[in-house]
Nanobody, 123 residues
Framework: QVQLVESGGGLVQAGGSLRLSCAAS????????MGWFRQAPGKERDLVAA????????TYTDSVKGRFTISRDNAKNTVYLRMNSLKPEDTAVFYC????????????????WGQGTRVTVSS
């Protein structure tokens, strides 16, 4: 059974930092593209960042470029999202997801999802 378990969310003041982790089990992690998505209240779930399995190439949504960093540790079956200079508009539930060879920019491309971790940024 595949499981993706996120951790590291919480309440932080604007300008602060958090590091999210997503531990994967039940799949051959090194073969999967991994993505972080977020969903704010009343909004769609959107891609934040993705990292490929093949060459660790990375995609970020424009609003987080220069502030967020995605990384992966295949030995630990874990993907991370380092978030710096957080803004109130970053407030959302953050989800990690695993993708085996499909479109990485869309939620539809991902096979497995975590349960989400909430990030709240106060002004």
């Amino acid at each position: 059974q595949v499981q993706l378990v996120e951790s590291g969310g919480g309440l932080v003041q604007a300008g602060g930092s958090l590091r999210l982790s997503c531990a994967a089990s039940g799949l051959t992690f090194r073969n999967y593209d991994m993505g972080w998505f977020r969903q704010a209240p009343g909004k769609e779930r959107d891609l934040v960042a993705a990292i490929s399995w093949r060459d660790n190439s990375i995609t970020y949504t424009d609003s987080v470029k220069g502030r967020f960093t995605i990384s992966r540790d295949n030995a630990k079956n874990t993907v991370y999202l380092r978030m710096n200079s957080l803004k109130p508009e970053d407030t959302a539930v953050f989800y990690c997801a695993a993708n085996l060879g499909r479109e990485v920019l869309s939620t539809a491309g991902y096979h497995y999802w975590g349960q989400g971790t909430r990030v709240t940024v106060s002004s």
